[in-house]
């Protein structure tokens, strides 16, 4: 960040490793950001050094040192960082040291890999859909599978007013699949399964990318730094 050049409020939050961009507009449009006082509009840029309220509390630039961590999510964790709203939050439950966001969610009921950060500028790289990050999931459901289901599922299912888009489906038994997605629609594996007359069991997440789940559930660990390389490396040869 270029000293004294103006720089977009949201922007600028994501950079110091205090929020991600996307948080950064949610808390413009709530009018929970103050800049010298006043309440800012969206798009408006600062200059680093201005005053900037978060709750009419000042924020402080973080450490310059990202961290980056991948936990297990159990069920009945909400994948939120606003700790008045929800009690069983992330960001609670993990107690990190740090102040750290998720990057994407698992739904409440939903279980296993997510990952956390305090690296703004990563959230927004992997969160991009024409980067088409895969996340690989293991699915149980309430009916024996069949191969009309497997196929359905991996051509496209017309939810949300659209058609999922293909991707790979693997049977692992008779009441357990994997599905490796591209996309990141709200409650899609849910959805899908539903549009076909099934209904989830239990959803868990078990990779991201090249990570995979690896640590017992209701643990997290922080990636090491060839993992991070990769991380990295991947995202960069995508923009």
Same mark, same amino acid.
């Given at each position: 960040?270029?000293?004294?050049?103006?720089?977009?409020?949201?922007?600028?939050?994501?950079?110091?490793?205090?929020?991600?961009?996307?948080?950064?507009?949610?808390?413009?449009?709530?009018?929970?950001?103050?800049?010298?006082?006043?309440?800012?509009? +969206?798009?408006? @840029?600062?200059?680093?050094?201005? $005053?900037? &309220? #978060?709750?009419?509390?000042? %924020?402080?630039?973080? !450490?310059?040192?990202?961290?980056?961590?991948?936990?297990?999510?159990?069920?009945?964790?909400?994948?939120?960082?606003?700790?008045?709203?929800?009690?069983?939050?992330?960001?609670?439950?993990?107690?990190?040291?740090?102040?750290?966001?998720?990057?994407?969610?698992?739904?409440?009921?939903?279980?296993?890999?997510?990952?956390?950060?305090?690296?703004?500028?990563?959230?927004?790289?992997? +969160?991009?859909? @024409?980067?088409?990050?895969?996340? $690989?999931? &293991? #699915?149980?459901?309430?009916? %024996?599978?069949?191969? !009309?289901?497997?196929?359905?599922?991996?051509?496209?299912?017309?939810?949300?007013?659209?058609?999922?888009?293909?991707?790979?489906?693997?049977?692992?038994?008779?009441?357990?699949?994997?599905?490796?997605?591209?996309?990141?629609?709200?409650?899609?594996?849910?959805?899908?399964?539903?549009?076909?007359?099934?209904?989830?069991?239990?959803?868990?997440?078990?990779?991201?990318?090249?990570? +995979?789940?690896?640590?017992?559930?209701?643990?997290?660990?922080? &990636?090491?730094?060839?993992?991070?390389?990769?991380?990295?490396?991947?995202?960069?040869?995508?923009?």
């Amino acid at each position: 960040m270029e000293e004294n050049k103006p720089v977009r409020i949201n922007k600028y939050l994501s950079q110091i490793g205090y929020c991600s961009r996307r948080k950064a507009d949610d808390l413009l449009n709530q009018g929970r950001i103050k800049i010298e006082g006043k309440v800012p509009e +969206l798009g408006t @840029k600062i200059i680093p050094g201005q $005053e900037i &309220l #978060v709750d009419n509390m000042p %924020i402080q630039q973080k !450490e310059n040192e990202h961290v980056y961590i991948i936990l297990n999510k159990p069920k009945g964790i909400v994948c939120t960082t606003d700790t008045r709203v929800e009690k069983d939050n992330i960001i609670d439950f993990i107690n990190y040291p740090k102040r750290i966001f998720p990057i994407g969610r698992l739904d409440k009921m939903s279980e296993g890999l997510i990952m956390l950060t305090n690296d703004g500028d990563i959230v927004n790289q992997i +969160l991009r859909a @024409k980067h088409k990050n895969e996340k $690989e999931y &293991l #699915v149980k459901v309430d009916q %024996i599978l069949t191969d !009309e289901f497997l196929s359905k599922m991996g051509s496209g299912v017309p939810i949300l007013d659209t058609v999922t888009q293909p991707c790979k489906v693997e049977k692992v038994d008779n009441y357990r699949f994997k599905i490796v997605l591209t996309q990141g629609l709200n409650r899609q594996i849910r959805r899908m399964c539903e549009a076909l007359n099934y209904k989830v069991v239990a959803l868990k997440r078990i990779r991201i990318m090249h990570l +995979l789940l690896d640590i017992p559930q209701g643990e997290y660990r922080e &990636l090491n730094p060839k993992e991070v390389e990769r991380l990295k490396s991947i995202l960069a040869r995508k923009n």
